[in-house]
């Protein structure tokens, strides 16, 4: 029922879902949740982050502009709860909820992690991003209840069905 991907690579893991929802869409998979697009990075590899809320938008940026000579979070808290809160309306009758990370602010108990688990609580498969920082909080949060899945689409559209059809539906 929770899936996970961690690609080693800074925004590999973004790259990967955004193709893996475009490739389940097209496969006819009825998708909520979100995925991460990164814009240019400055001269310090500072991108704009951005999300895509599934199925088919809008993009909301989730990044904040504290300066030049900020080394703090980045992140619009607000703007995130915002895309939870449409990425939660658009659960029923999905087929799979997918989310980009789970990042510090689900390790915190915030952000995407009380949908994750309604997700799972009614029987729909999830596919997240983990990325080595937080991969403790999260296997703190799933137990032994997540898959680490290869970054191959094919085989996570097979994952999906046959969880799919052995679960039952409760949304």
């Known amino acids: 029922m929770l899936g996970f991907v961690q690609l080693a690579e800074r925004g590999a ?11 389940l869409t097209a496969a006819g998979w009825r998708l909520a949740g979100a995925v991460q ?22 993009s909301i940026s989730i990044s904040q502009c504290l300066g030049v000579h900020s080394t703090g979070c980045r992140l619009d808290t607000a703007a995130l709860e915002e895309a939870v809160a449409v990425s939660a309306g658009r659960l029923q009758g ?28 009614a029987g729909v498969p999830v596919v ?35 969880r799919a059809r052995a679960l039952p539906r409760a949304v």
Do not use: Y
């Open 94 to 121: 999905a087929d799979v909820l997918i989310v980009n990370k789970f990042g510090k602010h689900e390790a915190e108990g915030r952000g995407f992690r009380s949908l994750i688990a309604e997700a799972m609580g």
């Open 37 to 58: 697009v990164n814009g240019a990075s400055d001269a310090r590899g500072v991108c704009d982050m951005d999300l895509t809320l599934l199925p088919d938008g809008p």
């Open 128 to 162: 997240v991003g983990v990325n080595r920082q937080n991969r403790q909080a999260f296997e703190a949060f799933a137990g032994d209840l997540a898959t680490e899945l290869s970054a191959e689409p094919d085989r996570i559209a097979d994952w999906l069905g046959s």
């Open 13 to 23: 893991n973004d790259l990967f879902l955004g193709a893996l929802a475009a490739s």
